[in-house]
């Protein structure tokens, strides 16, 4: 039960520190695709791959910053690329 609840408070943790890079992501991903729906995909996606690595909770906010635009114009870019092959 104890184990629950602590993890529980770490991702509520997560949560919290990923709620404040969100609107970032989205606009970043937007800018690059110029699409709402495929730039909320690629900022989701962005956010899922960050809450899974535990080192990008640990660096100052302007370092997670630079991670997360890192990121999120790697998926935005792929996500691109997909729409451009499907389209041929």
């Known amino acids: 039960m104890n184990t629950t609840l ?3 408070g770490e991702l509520q943790w997560k949560a919290s520190i990923l709620k ?9 991903a937007y800018y690059l ?3 709402e729906f495929l730039a909320a995909k690629a900022a989701m996606d962005t956010l899922a791959a960050l809450i899974r690595d535990e ?6 906010a302007v370092l997670q910053q630079k991670q997360l635009k890192q990121l999120v114009m790697k ?3 792929g996500i ?3 729409q451009m092959q499907t389209s041929i």
């Open 55 to 60: 080192a990008f909770f640990v660096k100052e």
């Open 75 to 77: 998926i935005s870019l």
């Open 6 to 8: 602590i993890r529980n």
């Open 80 to 82: 691109k690329a997909s």
């Open 20 to 28: 404040q890079h969100e609107t970032y992501a989205y606009q970043a």
């Open 33 to 35: 695709l110029e699409d």
